[in-house]
């Protein structure tokens, strides 16, 4: 039976674990016997356990790891001289007689840590003589753990700075050229792996080489540690030698790793201080290397280290960070031609973070960002990476982010040229996280010019873009964008009447450009500011001498009556019919009567020529005769003309009930409290006695058409104008007419052909105890109510 790859690997670990284990039970009995030779050659055959080429990196490192802890006990033994008898420097030299390097590498090491440790020859010379000797095993993974031994061994005992093994004529240089040498010829052994085997099993080998990555650097994180390197010496030594093993190598999976773990082992003032030297080896990297993520890292790294403390800040602008990084990109860009485009764009918001984070207050240098990115994506092909999209919008949204203010956005030129190379559906997206940043801020918008660009910065919601569909949208989504717009129109402001009524003609000019669809959501609110404006500038009748444009009410006025016009084509004249109903108000408090009147002229054209559902006109006339009741500016003929008309059209609605209650509602325009001159008793009685016949006439029809009455609730309804009006003063109204009212409500109320609702007598029974609660309470108005029985 043949067993698969990970079975025979598993058989392979598990005979070699069993090999270590066997001989390190003879090596023991040799060590507690104190039988030197014995010992070593037990070693050498269970280090010989690790000469094996059947594992993969993972199962070797059980394997080696084994091995290792007992090489510690064997360290031990080795530094007792009295229980073997033999010197360290004639061990040192017994070692080397093993029969295989492997073992023989192995146990020179252990021996070699003992000797440092014993100062009885030079640190640097038995380092050196170690590292020099490894070269003796070039199979990659045997090799690599080899040397990981070795840099495990001696770490503790460089020649460092306070070091015991520091001597006059041993320096941190020394230690630093032994972990060098050793870094390089791992590195070596690393990258040579990559040729090993046939093609095609490429990917595990890859697999197998990010598995021993650790191993090679490990010996950076060794130097990092050595108190010895500092700036000086990290700057003229230590970094270039890395540099040029990393870029030498030749190899992306190396350069990659280990640009990474420079990055991340040495002290961020030192990569403020070779700033160049380090960005100056990445344009030379492989094309494939991500060098993208070992920037992004870098400058995370630097931007950690400057909001770290305010005191580090003059350190970044000394050494020109913002330049050097920004010149570095563009090269690395320039460099690697294959590059995808979100790969470019992901450095540039980077760097526009960094930016941020260190130089916020210089604005100069987040333009410069963008314009670098405008400039990439400029020499693109139209942008459909959706990844590449993310980081357009992600750049975009950081300078929002970072000052909570668009106002800061729209001083940067280059912002809406980089918001033109999105595609629609992403350029609305970012529409609204601009507008959701206005409101989260509640930020106001104060000049024409600033709403100029921010419009131009929000087209994609404002109008359709390149001639899309706009019916391809979601209705629910598009609503919720144009309600956006709409509450947008609300944050721009200026005390200065001049400078609103700009704002208010710069917004005009975009939204008109927007479709009729749109209309309906962005006109209101243009008409609202425009009214908030009007009331500023009451009794400002004429013409301001010196103005080129003097914002009036009469000029406003003009505008919103050529604005609300628009609503027509949607068509949606129930909206514009409202607006010109506010307009007229707006008119009657500047006390503009002919304006007034034009607006009501306009509300009633579309309440005949336009508006069709009967609904539609119950509600617009109710509107109409509310407002009209609140209009004090009209002369006599101008308000009987509108009244006329309002009663008309309300004894003109379809249904019976309809007009009984728009009847009675007009009654209201005959009898205004706080307007001398406008108390026509007569007219109200008018009305109110109409709306009665209208509805004995409803009684009648539904009596007709179902064989039964209807309800009695417009007599109710009726009943409570008359309690109105009679309280008022209104002499025309009587006790005898309320009186013969209930009277009329309780027969048809007690009639069998009268379909009764519980609501209606609730209603009535209402009105009645009103009736007698006002009889009790005495004075002139219990006097009044008293001949009224109930």
């Known amino acids: ?470 019916d391809e949208l979601d209705e629910e989504d598009f609503k919720e964008e144009q309600n956006s717009v709409a509450r947008l129109i609300h944050m721009l402001y200026n005390d200065d009447s001049e400078e609103m009524l700009k704002i208010i003609c710069t917004v005009r000019k975009h939204i008109m450009t927007g479709g009729p669809k749109r209309l309906l959501f962005t006109v209101p609110p243009l008409v609202f500011s425009a009214l908030r404006l009007v009331r500023q500038l009451q009794n400002q009748d004429g013409d301001v001498a010196g103005e080129e444009e003097p914002a009036t009410p009469k000029k406003i006025f003009q505008l919103l009556n050529q604005t609300i016009e628009t609503l027509l084509y949607v068509p949606s004249p129930e909206m514009a019919l409202r607006l010109y109903l506010q307009c007229a108000e707006a008119a009657n408090d500047c006390d503009l009567e002919p304006v007034a009147y034009e607006f009501f002229t306009q509300a009633f054209m579309l309440y005949e020529e336009e508006i069709a559902d009967s609904k539609a006109q119950v509600t617009a006339i109710h509107l109409i005769i509310g407002t009209l009741q609140r209009i004090s500016v009209f002369g006599i003929e101008n308000r009987d003309t509108l009244t006329h008309k309002a009663t008309g059209y309300s004894a003109r609605l379809l249904k019976k009930p309809d007009q009984c209650r728009a009847v009675y509602a007009c009654s209201h325009l005959f009898w205004v409290d706080d307007q001398d001159g406008i108390k026509d008793g007569e007219r109200v009685l008018l009305c109110l006695k109409r709306a009665l016949r209208i509805a004995n006439a409803a009684q009648q029809m539904a009596n007709v058409a179902r064989g039964s009455s209807g309800p009695v609730v417009l007599f109710v309804e009726i009943l409570n104008k008359y309690l109105y009006f009679f309280e008022k003063g209104n002499t025309q109204i009587t006790a005898s007419a309320i009186q013969s009212l209930i009277e009329l409500i309780t027969s048809e109320m007690q009639s069998e052909s009268t379909t009764l609702d519980p609501a209606d007598n609730a209603f009535f029974a209402s009105t009645k105890r009103y009736i007698e609660f006002q009889k009790k309470k005495g004075g002139a108005m219990g006097e009044k109510y008293d001949p009224i029985n109930v």
């Open 1 to 470: 039976m043949m067993l698969s790859g990970d079975e025979d690997e598993e058989k392979w670990l598990a005979e070699g674990i069993a090999g270590v284990q066997h001989n390190a039970f003879y090596m023991h009995r040799a060590l507690d016997s104190n039988n030197l030779r014995e010992a070593l050659k037990y070693s050498a055959q269970m280090l010989s356990e690790l000469r094996t080429s059947k594992l993969s990196p993972h199962k070797y490192y059980e394997l080696y790891m084994r091995a290792f802890d007992e090489l510690r006990k064997l360290e031990m033994f080795f530094k007792d001289e009295s229980r073997h008898g033999v010197s360290i420097i004639d061990l040192y030299e017994l070692v080397q007689h093993a029969g295989n390097i492997l073992p023989r590498l192995y146990l020179l090491c252990t021996v070699g840590s003992v000797y440092i440790k014993s100062k009885e020859a030079p640190a640097k010379e038995v380092l050196k003589d170690l590292v020099e000797m490894c070269r003796g095993v070039q199979h990659p993974i045997r090799g690599l753990f080899l040397r990981s031994y070795l840099a495990q061994v001696s770490r503790d005992k460089l020649p460092d700075i306070g070091s015991e093994y520091e001597r006059d004529a041993e320096t941190v240089m020394d230690a630093v050229e032994f972990v060098l040498q050793n870094f390089t010829e791992m590195n070596k052994l690393w990258v040579r792996m990559q040729h090993q085997g046939p093609g095609r099993v490429r990917e595990k080998r890859e697999k197998e080489r990010n598995e021993l990555r650790d191993l090679v650097g490990k010996n950076l994180h060794v130097l990092s540690q050595i108190e010895g390197v500092d700036l000086e010496m990290y700057k003229e030594n230590v970094l270039p030698r890395v540099l040029e093993q990393v870029v030498n190598c030749k190899d992306e999976l190396a350069q990659y790793y280990l640009m990474d773990c420079i990055i991340q082992v040495f002290p961020d003032e030192y990569h403020l201080q070779t700033l160049e030297t380090l960005l100056g080896a990445c344009p030379q990297l492989q094309p494939t290397v991500d060098i993208k993520t070992v920037l992004s890292r870098l400058m995370d790294r630097l931007s950690n280290y400057a909001v770290s403390s305010a005191d580090v800040l003059p350190e970044f602008l000394q050494v020109e960070a913002f330049a050097k990084l920004s010149n570095a990109i563009g090269k690395v860009i320039d460099a690697q031609v294959d590059m995808p485009i979100v790969g470019a764009i992901s450095l540039y918001v980077s760097l526009l973070t960094f930016t941020l984070r260190v130089h916020p207050d210089r604005l100069d240098y987040v333009d410069q960002v963008l314009g670098a990115c405008v400039k990439k994506l400029s020499s693109a092909p139209k942008l459909e990476d959706s990844r590449a999209t993310k980081q357009v919008v992600a750049l975009l949204s950081a300078p929002l982010d970072k000052y909570n203010d668009i106002l800061t956005a729209l001083t940067l030129s280059n912002y809406p040229r980089v918001m033109d190379h999105l595609d629609d559906g992403t350029n609305k997206v970012m529409a609204m996280v601009i507008i959701q940043s206005i409101m989260k801020n509640s930020t106001c918008i104060s000049t024409a010019e600033k709403v100029e660009v921010l419009f131009e910065l929000i087209k994609g919601l404002i109008k359709d873009l390149d001639g899309a569909a706009q």
